[in-house]
């Protein structure tokens, strides 16, 4: 995304041109959710959205930094998808600070959104009061999964604190079970990181150091504590790490040839896609924290700035199709997230999603994630370089690392 700035810079929105969809309510749908549970998930939205007429033409792409940075180019290329799944948040509103974003707000207003949208969501999801996108679920980032017979094996309990955890992750490594299945990419060490950050600082401070970028909260000793709580975390991830999916690392805790997965619980669609039920062979908690806190990203479908009726046709049923209560409680189920209507009852949903529910109701526990919802691009980017380096570079100690996430923060800023 940060490449953004400089391309999309030199092209006038006016090179949005019409959209890719060859005939009425035809929406090109451009994703990255190709893991088994997420495209299932999807499949949940196109059944619903070919049910109403529409003709989906699916443009999956691996990965959502690639998913991303092809929307940009199709929209700077002139041939924009009808509508791209993203997250709503500060990188979103980059895009459509450059012209590149229409909006579906009268199908909103007809459908009542304010009334049944969390305000903090509703908010993000406009732009001059307007509707941008239309968001269609909760996803928490800082979930503990972990492998019920893996920890039985090794004689462990659930671990509540980080201490704790280092401690059990000690014996599991001693019976010869990798500790955590982690795939070594930025932003999954990030997610990582952010649990360390929430679990030992407390939300107060989350909110500080992502927030207000407060200078004070990541040089205080408690900041510190964060990240030599994270430099001896290193040892318990095995070598294969490096590069590895994340829907990769979640098999390796499913099968138990890790134990845990530090993780969004879009790891739990990967649970429903294999037949799992939730809290049975693969048990859920918050990661270990010293108070309750959630840290949120928003999935959510956007619309290209694009101007022919057929496009914008099937830009306003794609817009009513996610905000029905159907569709959200049948792609949140398969996805792993909660729905963001918050007039959907949790009844039908499995018991993480129940505590993710529960954990919300407290104002307080309501979290940004630091990826695209609550930073933009340059800061948010700047932040998993920060982390991936400490992470990967075990001969830098924790004052290097807390520097090098200062300087890298001031430095984007
Ligand atoms: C996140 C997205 C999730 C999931 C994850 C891994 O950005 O919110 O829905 O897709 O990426 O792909």
């Given at each position: 995304?940060?490449?953004?700035?400089?391309?999309?810079?030199?092209?006038?929105?006016?090179?949005?041109?019409?959209?890719?969809?060859?005939?009425?309510?035809?929406?090109?749908?451009?994703?990255?959710?190709?893991?088994?549970?997420?495209?299932?998930?999807?499949?949940?939205?196109?059944?619903a959205y070919t049910a109403?007429?529409?003709?989906?033409?699916?443009?999956?792409?691996?990965g959502g930094g690639n998913?991303?940075?092809?929307?940009?180019?199709?929209?700077?290329?002139?041939?924009?998808?009808?509508?791209?799944?993203?997250?709503?948040?500060?990188?979103?509103?980059?895009?459509?600070?450059?012209?590149?974003?229409?909006?579906?707000?009268?199908?909103?207003?007809?459908?009542?959104?304010?009334?049944?949208?969390?305000?903090?969501?509703?908010?993000?999801?406009?732009?001059?009061?307007?509707?941008?996108?239309?968001?269609?679920?909760?996803?928490?980032?800082?979930?503990?999964?972990?492998?019920?017979?893996?920890?039985?094996?090794?004689?462990?309990?659930?671990?509540?604190?980080?201490?704790?955890?280092?401690?059990?992750?000690?014996?599991?490594?001693?019976?010869?079970?990798?500790?955590?299945?982690?795939?070594?990419?930025?932003?999954?060490?990030?997610?990582?990181?952010?649990?360390?950050?929430?679990?030992?600082?407390?939300?107060?401070?989350?909110?500080?150091?992502?927030?207000?970028?407060?200078?004070?909260?990541?040089?205080?000793?408690?900041?510190?504590?964060?990240?030599?709580?994270?430099?001896?975390?290193?040892?318990?991830?095995?070598?294969?790490?490096?590069?590895?999916?994340?829907?990769?690392?979640?098999?390796?805790?499913?099968?138990?040839?890790?134990?845990?997965?530090?993780?969004?619980?879009?790891?739990?669609?990967?649970?429903?896609?294999?037949?799992?039920?939730?809290?049975?062979?693969?048990?859920?908690?918050?990661?270990?924290?010293?108070?309750?806190?959630?840290?949120?990203?928003?999935?959510?479908?956007?619309?290209?700035?694009?101007?022919?009726?057929?496009?914008?046709?099937?830009?306003?049923?794609?817009?009513?199709?996610?905000?029905?209560?159907?569709?959200?409680?049948?792609?949140?189920?398969?996805?792993?997230?909660?729905?963001?209507?918050?007039?959907?009852?949790?009844?039908?949903?499995?018991?993480?999603?129940?505590?993710?529910?529960?954990?919300?109701?407290?104002?307080?526990?309501?979290?940004?994630?630091?990826?695209?919802?609550?930073?933009?691009?340059?800061?948010?980017?700047?932040?998993?370089?920060?982390?991936?380096?400490?992470?990967?570079?075990?001969?830098?100690?924790?004052?290097?690392?807390?520097?090098?996430?200062i300087k890298a923060i001031?430095?984007?800023?």
């Amino acid at each position: 995304m940060r490449a953004l700035k400089t391309l999309a810079g030199l092209v006038p929105a006016l090179m949005i041109g019409v959209s890719t969809g060859a005939s009425a309510q035809t929406a090109e749908v451009l994703h990255w959710w190709t893991s088994g549970g997420e495209s299932a998930a999807l499949g949940k939205v196109r059944a619903a959205y070919t049910a109403k007429g529409g003709t989906w033409k699916d443009t999956p792409i691996a990965g959502g930094g690639n998913a991303r940075a092809a929307v940009v180019n199709r929209m700077i290329g002139g041939k924009p998808p009808t509508v791209f799944m993203f997250s709503i948040g500060k990188q979103l509103d980059e895009l459509a600070e450059q012209g590149l974003v229409g909006d579906v707000n009268d199908v909103a207003v007809a459908g009542k959104w304010d009334a049944v949208l969390p305000p903090l969501i509703a908010q993000v999801s406009k732009r001059d009061g307007k509707y941008i996108a239309a968001p269609i679920n909760i996803h928490g980032e800082n979930w503990m999964f972990y492998n019920t017979a893996a920890l039985k094996k090794a004689g462990v309990e659930v671990p509540k604190t980080w201490p704790d955890f280092l401690k059990a992750a000690k014996t599991l490594k001693a019976a010869g079970i990798t500790p955590i299945a982690l795939g070594g990419e930025p932003w999954q060490e990030r997610i990582l990181f952010n649990s360390v950050l929430l679990g030992v600082g407390g939300r107060d401070h989350y909110a500080k150091v992502y927030g207000q970028l407060d200078e004070a909260a990541m040089k205080s000793d408690t900041m510190l504590e964060v990240f030599k709580t994270v430099a001896a975390l290193r040892e318990f991830v095995d070598e294969g790490s490096p590069g590895r999916k994340w829907n990769i690392a979640a098999n390796m805790m499913m099968k138990g040839t890790a134990a845990f997965q530090f993780m969004g619980d879009w790891a739990k669609g990967e649970l429903v896609a294999a037949g799992i039920e939730p809290g049975t062979t693969v048990g859920c908690a918050l990661a270990p924290a010293k108070d309750k806190g959630y840290i949120m990203t928003v999935d959510a479908f956007a619309f290209s700035n694009v101007k022919d009726k057929a496009g914008r046709d099937a830009q306003k049923l794609m817009a009513s199709v996610i905000m029905d209560p159907a569709v959200q409680v049948a792609f949140n189920k398969q996805k792993g997230s909660i729905p963001v209507r918050t007039d959907v009852t949790d009844a039908s949903f499995d018991v993480c999603a129940k505590l993710a529910m529960e954990t919300l109701k407290d104002t307080k526990a309501q979290l940004a994630s630091s990826g695209l919802f609550g930073l933009p691009s340059s800061v948010s980017g700047a932040i998993d370089d920060a982390i991936s380096n400490y992470w990967n570079n075990r001969s830098l100690t924790p004052e290097q690392g807390r520097d090098l996430f200062i300087k890298a923060i001031a430095s984007a800023k």
